[in-house]
């Protein structure tokens, strides 16, 4: 099953890794999460997962994709043709969320969400900046379009390319299953408050 999913090579440290949780975990049965918050074993784990899924939230994509649309408008892009351009942002997503896939073994996942999150928030800087200056040169409103695309690509291969595999790796088998489900419900439970109270921000 390992060959089929890697293809060959040598395989023998992930099977061993495999193996040793194994025996780690005894045939423990999944635990709940409940099991998961009384747990000071996994405290670190929990931290760490509720400090990454919140900066997902606040670090501003959902602004960004709300926002899209009016910072393209401005630039000039006639609105017939901004669903293009939206799925040109779709299309980066996804192409840096496959990126992700290549650099995070070279280059590990703490300096992908560092390095992200740098971007993004020079990124964001910026185009507060460019928004601000719309009206000052013809260019600002292109370099606001550029920035969107920055931040999506930095988003797409720091935050949303680690994450997703981060749970596996910090969790042995038997609190997967209740983390995951402690970061779905904490992910749209501060999706719900962001979307609530952003509206008065503004």
């Known amino acids: 099953a ?22 780690a975990i005894r045939g423990e049965k999944a635990k709940s999460v409940w099991d998961l918050l009384r747990d000071r074993a996994v405290r670190w784990q929990l ?11 606040l670090i501003g994509a959902n602004v960004v994709y709300s926002y899209a649309y009016s910072v393209f408008t401005k630039a000039g892009i006639p609105p017939a043709q901004t669903h293009y351009v939206s799925l040109g942002i779709g299309t980066t997503e996804i192409f840096s969320t496959i990126l992700c896939g290549f650099f995070i073994e070279r280059a590990g996942r703490k300096t992908l969400l560092w390095k992200s999150y740098t971007v993004m928030a020079l990124a964001l800087g910026l185009l507060t900046v460019t928004l601000s200056l719309q009206d000052s040169f013809f260019w600002v409103p292109y370099c606001s379009v550029a920035l969107v695309f920055v931040f999506i690509m930095s988003f797409g291969i720091g935050p949303a390319g680690v994450v997703c595999p981060l749970l596996t790796e910090i969790f042995i088998q038997s609190y997967r299953p209740a983390a995951y489900v402690l970061n779905g419900v904490t992910n749209w439970i501060q999706l719900f408050i962001l979307g609530l109270v952003f509206p008065f921000i503004v």
Not at 2 to 23: F, N, P, R, T, Y
Not at 47 to 57: A, Y
């Open 2 to 23: 390992v060959k089929q999913l890697w293809g060959d090579g040598d395989l023998v440290a992930e099977i061993d890794d495999m193996m040793s949780e194994q025996k």
């Open 47 to 57: 931290i760490t997962l509720f400090l990454v899924v919140s900066c997902i939230q």
